[in-house]
């Protein structure tokens, strides 16, 4: 499979890109403080005019039917899925819940969730629903259908996979808030094929890319940080 990593801002890498793509999947900056390096501004007063301009970009790089998918936190996602909305086909709105020890606030709830918004550039996108296994086992028409050989329904729209935490054993030493691979792995088998294209511009320490050619697919991250991960 075909994995590269660009080293750049993606703003002005992405339009130089000749490729289009199957899906692009990203993970940006979420504006919250974070001190990655004095590369990445993470405290943007123009940050959703910034994710307009990116996410502009992006249709550009989506083939016919590809699909863009982007994780953040649901207040900012909100404004860019309004600003998709008349753009691309709007799929639908993941919920990704997980655990956390941080964040705690005596004026707000704990913030347990980020939300993926996902838009296709046509109609006839890929999809390979995930199934899970049916939960009221005790109803009849469930029996029916597991004796039929059925092995679940589609998915909710609720994944719950932990972070990637410090201790977890896929952690790299390299770079901060990595997606956990159970994540991509779920968001890539959806909606893409064996050797499709994918793309992160914000590709971070690479874990888009690494599950992309672990599940058979070719890959292309951007990062404006070269972190210290050899391709």
């Known amino acids: ?31 919250v403080g974070w001190k990655y390096n004095n590369k990445v501004k993470d405290n943007r007063k123009d940050y959703i005019e910034w994710c307009y301009s990116w996410v502009d970009i992006c249709i550009g790089l989506l083939k016919e039917n590809g699909i863009l998918a982007i994780i953040n936190y649901p207040e ?5 899925f309004t600003y998709l909305y008349d753009k691309l086909n709007p799929i639908q709105q993941i919920v990704w819940n997980y655990n956390t020890n941080f964040g705690f606030s005596s ?33 009849k028409r469930i029996q029916k259908l597991i004796s039929e050989g059925s092995k679940g329904t589609n998915h909710y729209d609720v994944i719950n996979i932990n972070l990637c935490k410090n201790i977890s054993k896929e952690k790299k030493n390299i770079g901060i808030n990595q997606l956990p691979n159970k994540l991509v792995d779920f968001l890539i088998e959806s909606f893409t094929n064996e050797g499709d294209w994918i793309l992160d511009p914000f590709v971070g320490n690479g874990t888009v890319i690494d599950r992309a050619d672990v599940l058979g697919r070719n890959s292309v991250g951007i990062d404006i940080v070269d972190y210290d991960v050899s391709y």
């Not at 590269?4 to 990203?26: A, H, N, S, W, Y």
């Not at 707000?108 to 086992?137: A, C, E, V």
Request: overall charge positive; some cysteine.
């Open 1 to 31: 499979m075909f994995k590269q990593r660009i080293t750049g801002d993606c703003v002005e890498i992405m339009p130089k890109l000749e490729r289009k793509f199957d899906l692009i999947l990203t993970d940006p900056i979420y504006n």
């Open 76 to 80: 900012h996602n909100n404004r860019i």
């Open 107 to 139: 004026r707000k709830y704990t913030r347990s969730h980020r939300t993926i918004i996902l838009f296709s550039k046509g109609n006839d996108y890929t999809f390979n629903p995930i199934k899970q296994p049916y939960k009221n086992l005790n109803d």
